[in-house]
């Protein structure tokens, strides 16, 4: 609510007028006509004030809204795609695209019944169409609702270049993985600060002779015990699960949970970490992708699943594959079902207009064929209308 | 090897000289015969130059030749009055088929005017006086032109003068019309002349001719003008334009093909779409994800402003990912001629998009590491 007023006040004290747009911008002009209850926007075609989420509607789609930079800092400690950071430091500003995909599920999660065991969601589409974006505009508007999100940026990160494999002391024939552990529950704790100390513990969990948590002691206590205690930090992300799943659906527990993770087909495709005999292991010895299996099956409700497929950093798939039973595999496919698939395509004319808008507003397209006719229309060649085609090519050499 | 042994042998029975007469001649003659193919007799080849053909020779090879091409017409059951040099390239190469890839060693039949070098003729007679008053210029033709151009001048504007005195001079004389044609170079100039010619003789000569040129009255000089020009033919008239076709739809569509190094691509172009371009069934950006590929195969169409307006369906096999896009760009470059005037033509074909690219791999020699690599070089 406060979001709302705030940005109410930018609204009127903005007096500068820029220009319009004309050519191709019909979408937008009509866009810009339909909502009469909220002024003018005199910024510019492609921005919307609307930086609440839940406050987007079909009529922003195209518009780019700005991430508040406090939001940034706690609800996207690790979430981001790193080309989305790098453009975010060059602009001075993090400005996230209202896109149908998001949208959808958006109003999903708006009309969803929490009693009944969690919805799950999966973005899929084409290399480099905008899943971790989607994904991450809803962990967004979960977060300014109030939910606990746990966020796993990249599960692809947990089965491939693990500097340090420990076999695991809860389960002898599973391998722990500390550094991961470790810094998932820093960032974990940056984001659901004020949970931390609302939610308590159930159970008893004893992690060495001397070291244990007692039942009833808050959450965070548990999470700084993984934090400073290396070694077990995969056992206290496992407790940490167990915990968030018994209690998010409890009247008692006044609290709901997102879970999203990206790069989902990891949890049921294969690793290339070895051990120490140089024989592959496989997902299931893992602690991380155990619980994390355990986490994205719909037993438990008071919340929902967002999940976005990612070809980009898996492991023995082929290029041009994008599609869920593709990427998921059978076994995956069995498991995750059933869910709501979501397409995620590539730009249409007019957000690939407000895209461009946006990169002129910035100041990022320097040639001065850019500005012209032409130089748009090799643009939309070049990139196909692709989000992160366009960007690479707008990109400094 | 075995001449040195018959000389040897020939020079030691001269010098022995031991024998009888008769022997002794028998030897000589013999020797005499052996040594004169010796390698001391062989001519220094390179002092000559270039082989000389008398007069008479080449008549003879002219009696020949038109001999021989009512041979050919007769072997051909064509007409022997009316048979022309393109007749004849045709009736050779169908009777001696030749799988050469040079094509200047395949065999030919041509008027030996064009097989044997043009050569000077005997400049002084018997008596060793020569027949041209320019002889001692060192550059008799040359000068002798000049002295042609000079003296048309100076009869034209004579002619021009005595009109004026009589008072009948036409005011609305053109000038000569020289068309699209350009002045020879200096190498046809030497061509016509037979004498070498320099920078500065030639600079004169175009002064010259370009002051007749210039005259009003030069039209009745202009067939012999003209001789000195050379026609320059509009190279995108020779363009083979593919024709556009309609579908079930009506909208138009060309299809055209391409080639570069092994890759083989055969490209449609439709009209009326909104510039979505498709390889072998997927995307461009999935097909090409490499920014120059992609940039190759846009060049055409952005270079004919048709971007937005045209669909491409391409199929392509062959060679690597530069050669499949140069294939392709060749192939959508001959596609787009029909949707194109011709002025946009020649400029397409200026810009180089429809020259098809002659470079192939070099094949690898033996001796050597590969085409121009050799291998290590060792002192020891």
């Known amino acids: 609510m406060a979001l709302q007023r705030v940005s109410f006040r930018i609204r009127q004290t903005v007096a500068c007028a820029r220009s319009i747009h004309t050519s191709g911008c019909r979408h937008l002009q009509e866009a810009l006509a339909v909502e009469p209850e909220r002024n003018p926007e005199p910024f510019s075609i492609f921005r919307t004030q609307e930086s609440d989420p839940a406050c987007q509607l079909e009529n922003h789609v195209g518009q780019y809204y700005t991430l508040p930079p406090a939001h940034i800092q706690t609800v996207f400690p690790h979430g981001l795609p790193a080309r989305f950071q790098l453009q975010m430091k060059t602009f001075n500003e993090g400005c996230v695209m209202v896109r149908p995909p998001a949208l959808e599920v958006i109003s999903y999660l708006k009309r969803a019944d929490y009693s009944k065991p969690a919805l799950r969601f999966l973005f899929y589409g084409v290399k480099g169409s905008g899943k971790t974006m989607s994904l991450c505009h809803t962990v967004h508007y979960c977060s300014t609702q109030g939910w606990l999100v746990v966020h796993i940026p990249d599960a692809h990160l947990w089965v491939k270049n693990c500097k340090e494999l420990l076999p695991s002391s809860y389960n002898g024939s599973r391998f722990d993985q500390p550094l991961q552990a470790t810094n998932w529950l820093r960032n974990f704790r940056v984001t659901n600060e004020q949970f931390l100390s609302k939610i308590q513990t159930r159970h008893r969990y004893v992690w060495t002779k001397r070291e244990f948590t007692e039942e009833g002691r808050p959450l965070g206590e548990l999470v700084d015990q993984g934090i400073t205690r290396v070694k077990s930090s995969s056992d206290v992300v496992g407790a940490v699960i167990k915990e968030l799943r018994l209690q998010s659906g409890q009247p008692e527990g006044c609290f709901r949970m997102a879970v999203a993770v990206d790069g989902l087909n990891a949890l049921w495709g294969r690793s290339t970490i070895k051990k120490e005999d140089k024989s592959p292991v496989s997902i299931e010895e893992l602690t991380l992708m155990h619980n994390l299996r355990k986490l994205v099956k719909n037993d438990w409700c008071g919340g929902a699943i967002i999940t976005a497929l990612s070809q980009t950093g898996s492991l023995y798939t082929p290029k041009t594959a994008y599609l869920p039973h593709v990427l998921l595999g059978e076994e995956g496919f069995d498991r995750m079902d059933p869910f709501v698939p979501v397409t995620v395509s590539n730009y249409s004319e007019k957000e690939f207009e407000s895209c461009y808008l946006y990169y002129q507003d910035r100041q990022w397209l320097q040639h001065p064929q850019s500005r012209t006719e032409e130089g748009k229309k090799e643009l939309v060649f070049m990139s196909n209308r692709n989000p992160s085609a366009l960007e690479r090519l707008c990109a400094f050499l | ?380």
Not at chain 2, 5 to 20: D, E, F, H, N, Q
Not at chain 2, 225 to 243: C, G, H, K, N
């Open chain 2, 1 to 380: 090897m075995a001449a040195s042994c018959a000389r040897t042998v020939g020079s030691l029975l001269g010098k022995c000289g031991t024998c009888a007469s008769n022997i002794n001649t028998i030897t000589s003659r013999l020797s005499r015969q052996i040594c004169s193919s010796s390698a001391l007799h062989r001519k220094n080849l390179a002092a000559a130059g270039p082989e000389k053909f008398t007069v008479e020779f080449i008549q003879k090879q002219v009696e020949e030749f038109n001999i021989g091409k009512r041979h050919l017409a007769n072997m051909m059951g064509e007409d022997t009055e009316n048979f022309t040099q393109e007749d004849i390239d045709r009736s050779i190469a169908y009777l001696f088929p030749s799988g050469l890839f040079e094509k200047r060693a395949r065999p030919l039949m041509k008027h030996p005017e064009e097989i044997f070098p043009r050569q000077r003729a005997i400049q002084w007679g018997e008596d060793g006086r020569p027949f041209h008053f320019l002889f001692y210029t060192g550059k008799q033709s040359y000068y002798s032109l000049m002295h042609e151009i000079y003296a048309k001048i100076q009869s034209l504007e004579r002619q021009q003068d005595r009109l004026r005195a009589k008072g009948l001079l036409a005011s609305d004389t053109t000038p000569l019309s020289l068309g699209s044609s350009r002045w020879i170079i200096k190498e046809e100039l030497e061509g016509i002349v037979m004498e070498t010619v320099t920078d500065h003789d030639y600079q004169r000569f175009l002064q010259l001719m370009a002051r007749l040129a210039a005259l009003p009255q030069a039209r009745a000089e202009g067939g012999w003008v003209l001789r000195f020009r050379q026609q320059l033919e509009a190279q995108a008239s020779r363009q083979a334009v593919a024709a556009l076709q309609a579908d079930a739809q009506g909208r138009a569509f060309s299809t055209a093909e391409g080639r570069r190094k092994t890759s083989n691509s055969s490209v449609v172009l439709r009209d009326g779409g909104s510039g979505r371009a498709t390889v072998n069934g997927s995307e461009l950006l999935s097909y090409f994800p490499v920014f120059q590929d992609r940039e190759q195969v846009m060049f055409p169409l952005q270079f004919a402003g048709v971007l937005g307006r045209l669909d491409v369906e391409a199929e392509v096999s062959g060679g690597g990912r530069s050669s499949q896009a140069g294939a392709v760009r060749l192939a959508i470059s001959r596609a787009l001629l029909g949707f194109l005037s011709e002025r946009e033509v020649e400029n397409m074909r200026q810009a180089g998009l429809l020259t098809p690219d002659p470079r192939v791999r070099e094949r690898d020699k033996p001796g050597q590491e590969g085409a121009r690599r050799k291998f290590t070089w060792k002192k020891r």
